[in-house]
RNA sequence: UGCCUCAUGGUGUAAUGGUAGCACAGCAGAUUCUGGAUCUGCUUGUCUAGGUUCGAGUCCUAGUGAGGCAGCCA
């Protein structure tokens, strides 16, 4: 039994939530429909898992249905290759969670044309969960309605082909001046955008406009773009177009499409929620319509977000690739063991607002460790060994002492480690020369062996070099927990596995990518890469890791928690590191 | 430059005109067969100046600072 999973998830709140809650209220939509949109042209990260969280969590906490949707309106930019990664890490995060909010559609389904209020409709909704055969919505499966639509705004007066090239067209609306063919008839326009849909023009020589105004002071509303020609083939409609809608005319479509009652995005979007409306409100739509609401994208500190970043680490090789653990894409933590409860207790705890801040890592790992030390099955692991030989044991004395599994979780229960006159222990748990306050083995000192006996230094061997060879010690017999002296105390307790037991472990010890809070505030973010990001040892393990599953979470006692890695094999196991554990001691021996 | 948005301890957030609270981080202590976990306590905050009000973090005005947008990207 899993404690952590137990325990109910809280209900967050904030202003969106606030919004959502009152429209519920005043029953504004029969049902909460949200939508999580990326565009196929990279691995999610952890702020879209911030995304993630908060468009399901609202499905969830609503009653209500969050559509996975590709938003693939731009066929030069995106690649099929992007939505298997972006499937899995939605239906991972989400699991347990919200899946049974998650809103997909029939595999090769496009939207209905129905009629509502006397007035032509296209709607496509979310089939029930568990229906077999299904896949994401994508944007591009509304080409055809798009197109319809634009063709309305056209016949409605409010949209017109315009023949300015793009350097001409940023100038004119830049100055606030008038297309030279904003005054075409509609026929004219109509005919024009026919032939730009036909192929008769080369790329960049024509688009279609929206009428709106040539010199609001928001530029977004200055007769946007919203058909651009591209001679392109789309990674999911073929050869079928060659003109492609652009964000503003297609997103705001897409949600109505959907039924989509809330669309929440991030700030750098507010000042297109004019144009988001207007499209809505200009196209006299018969269904109630979708509203935006923005807020501020997460900053995460000792780390970069850009997918163009991101893709400059995997293509120049600075990590291993999108999964590599050190990413903060979801599959790359995913990958370093950390559970999705924790990144989803994470946007929990960092809240939603508009205000662009930055946070701080460390909010990242507290919950991290939070949840892992709840699930975490403890097991005892030397990274790096040192011998120990208790010389008041026999050559072949062999004794299996019992372990507590997780002390979080009685449920977890017990096992056996084996015991013998040969150990491994930590060499950081040794020192001739004990600091201040170092209470862990030292020559003539005592310190306890976890889940067995204390021990006491008696010499320490050293080789030719000078390197210490071995440390011989006593062990005294009646302190285990259960014997006569198990009560004696002494002041450290240490991990140790049994040498001729312990098996072999590859461990990767992942530390953080940069070192420094904001490695792109200024100048090249790579000149501050962590050149010890990553380092590999091979560690001494109890032998029950020989069982470790890739599902199963562990905590070497008193380092850090680890899950095995995908490249893991029987016989070769290889562990990652997620998180280490706190070091107070750490904090002391630097002062 | 124009337009938009934001501003509460070191960081992230709450307080919806009525006692400025929570989490992380930090510090101190208790406890502990993990220097983990747990428990207790502590330090630190409403950007500035005016105004409205019995009362302002909250409303108004001005200023300051920060971010966003000004792609035929999303």
């Avoid at 080789?463 to 002296?485: M, Q």
Wanted: hydrophobic share 35%; proline share 7%; with cysteine.
């Amino acid at each position: 039994m899993n404690p952590s999973a137990e325990a109910p998830s809280p209900t967050p709140s904030d202003f969106i939530r606030d919004v959502v809650a009152a429209d519920v209220q005043a029953q504004r939509y029969p049902k909460i429909i949200t939508r999580f949109p990326p565009e196929p042209n990279g691995y999610l990260h952890i702020g879209h898992a911030k995304s993630i969280c908060l468009n399901f969590g609202i499905a969830r906490e609503f009653g209500g249905t969050c559509h996975l949707r590709m938003d693939d309106t731009n066929p030069t930019k995106e690649d099929v290759e992007y939505v298997d990664s972006i499937q899995a890490d939605v239906n991972w995060l989400i699991s347990g969670f919200a899946n049974d909010h998650l809103g997909l559609k029939p595999k090769g389904k496009k939207p209905e044309t129905q009629t509502v209020n006397g007035k032509t409709d296209f709607h496509l909704g979310a089939v029930p969960v568990g229906t077999p055969e299904v896949e994401p919505f994508y944007a591009s499966d509304y080409f055809d309605q798009i197109y319809q639509y634009a063709v309305a705004l056209i016949r409605l007066g409010k949209a017109y082909v315009c023949d300015m090239t793009p350097e001409q067209t940023d100038e004119y609306r830049r100055l606030g001046k008038a297309s030279p063919f904003r005054d075409r008839s509609i026929e004219e326009n109509l005919d024009l955008f026919e032939r730009m849909k036909a192929g008769e023009f080369a790329d960049g020589t024509h688009t279609l406009r929206a009428k709106i105004t040539v010199d609001a002071p928001n530029i977004w509303l200055r007769d946007p773009l919203i058909y651009r020609i591209r001679h392109a083939e789309h990674h999911h409609t073929g050869a079928k177009w060659c003109i492609y809608p652009m964000y503003d005319f297609a997103h705001c479509l897409e949600d109505y499409i959907e039924g989509i009652t809330h669309s929440i995005c991030t700030l750098e979007f507010e000042v297109h929620r004019p144009l988001y409306d207007w499209i809505l409100e200009a196209l006299e739509l018969p269904r109630p319509l979708p509203h935006q609401y923005e807020f501020a994208r997460l900053s995460l500190s000792y780390t970069v977000m850009s997918k163009r970043k991101l893709m400059q680490l995997v293509r120049e090789g600075y990590v291993s690739g999108w999964d590599d653990p050190r990413m903060p894409t979801i599959s790359g933590i995913r990958r370093r063991g950390v559970p999705a409860r924790a990144l989803r207790d994470f946007a929990y705890n960092i809240g939603i607002t508009k205000y662009d801040g930055l946070t701080e890592v460390g909010v990242l790992d507290h919950a991290i460790r939070d949840d892992l030390n709840h699930v975490a099955h403890r097991k005892l692991a030397v990274l790096r060994p040192i011998k120990v030989v208790l010389t008041n044991l026999d050559e072949n004395y062999a004794e299996e002492l019992d372990a507590v599994n997780n002390p979080e979780d009685p449920n977890a229960g017990t096992r056996k480690v084996p015991f013998t006159r040969e150990l491994y222990i930590e060499s950081e748990d040794f020192r001739e020369v004990p600091p201040p306050k170092y209470f862990r083995l030292r020559p003539g000192g005592e310190v306890r062996l976890k889940y067995g006996y204390i021990i006491k230094c008696e010499e320490v061997v050293k080789d030719a070099e000078g390197n210490i060879a071995e440390l011989r010690c006593t062990v005294d017999l009646t302190t285990k927990r259960g014997g006569p002296n198990e009560g004696r105390k002494v002041k450290g307790t240490i991990h140790w596995v049994s040498a001729k037991h312990a098996i072999d472990a590859e461990v990767r010890l992942y530390d953080r990518l940069f070192t420094v809070p904001e490695p792109d505030a200024e100048g090249d973010f790579k000149a501050h890469l962590n050149p010890n990001s990553l380092e590999v040892i091979t560690a001494k393990c109890e032998p029950s890791l020989a069982q470790a599953t890739p599902e199963e979470r562990y905590q070497f006692e008193r380092l850090a928690y680890f899950a095995l890695d995908k490249e893991s094999a029987p016989g070769k196991l290889v562990f990652n590191r997620t998180i280490t554990l706190k070091d107070t001691w750490a904090k002391e021996a630097k002062k």
